[in-house]
């Protein structure tokens, strides 16, 4: 009788430990295979006085959940024709996903403002436009090439998915989804751009389309070290978008 109870006793207990086990670890997975874009609205006023403050605000999510741990969210700011010249202000956080910086314009004329945002292996980056003292934001184009995309332009989201473990001289998987205004982004150009720092030598890879908005390349890095990957995005002459993600090869 007490071998029965003994045998019993330790069989409940490995059913709720293999129970406990299975539900710790699929929740993980769940996570990570989360595809739903990071969404960056971007909030500024259309026209403003020169010499007045401004308060540059974008709220962050993902689905319908309030996204308070990106990794990077800075505004870059350009008087339109000057992109060459642009300033960056690093955003901070606030709470419900929203992220704020501050600025004055100190001259007359048509600013953008881009949000770039880094966040759960996604980058998105919208514009916005700006109005300073007599200029007019409605009837005017960009000098010097800058695209002119109105006051807020729709997003492109890019998720970057690295292999879990990257060994040099090892071939491995690379994928990247990409949307723009929630639909995957079909007959786009990837390519990733892969480089360490302090190298002038830059390799450029050329993704291939998969399932609709997907894209996938295998690559091999040559040695160890840190290297950064870039994916650059580009669908004609309307989208030419890039993040950015630092890895660790072993």
């Given amino acids: 009788m007490k071998k029965t109870l003994i045998f019993l006793t330790w069989g409940i207990l490995a059913l709720f430990i293999s129970a406990c086990g299975n539900s710790s670890g699929d929740e993980p997975a769940e996570k990570d295979n989360n595809m739903e874009p990071i969404e960056a609205k971007l909030d500024v006023p259309e026209k403003i006085g020169k010499g007045e403050a401004v308060a540059l605000s974008t709220k962050v999510t993902q689905g319908d959940e309030n996204v308070d741990d990106a990794d990077e969210v800075k505004y870059e700011i350009w008087k339109n024709g000057h992109k060459d010249e642009s300033e960056m202000i690093e955003a901070e956080k606030k709470k419900d996903g929203v992220y704020t910086a501050e600025k004055s314009f100190d001259e007359d004329g048509i600013y953008t403002v881009q949000v770039h945002v ?3 292996d996604m980058h998105t980056m919208p514009k916005a436009e700006i ?9 005017h184009g960009e000098e010097g090439g800058d695209d002119h995309h109105g006051h807020h332009e729709s997003t492109v989201s890019i998720h970057l ?3 879990d ?10 994928k990247v989804h990409v949307e723009n205004e929630g639909e995957p982004l079909k007959g786009a150009e990837l390519r990733l751009e892969i480089y360490k720092e302090g190298q002038e030598k830059h390799e450029w890879v050329d993704m291939k389309a998969g399932e609709p ?11 160890k070290g840190s290297y950064n990957v870039q994916v650059h995005v580009t669908k004609g002459e309307e989208i030419h978008e890039h993040t950015m993600q630092t890895v660790e090869v072993q």
């Fill in 165 to 174: 473990t990257i060994k040099a001289e090892e071939k491995a998987e690379w």
């Fill in 118 to 120: 880094t966040a759960r």
């Fill in 161 to 163: 998915k690295k292999p």
């Fill in 131 to 139: 109005a300073v003292g007599n200029a007019e934001a409605e009837a």
């Fill in 213 to 223: 908005g997907e894209y996938g390349v295998t690559y091999a890095f040559p040695e």
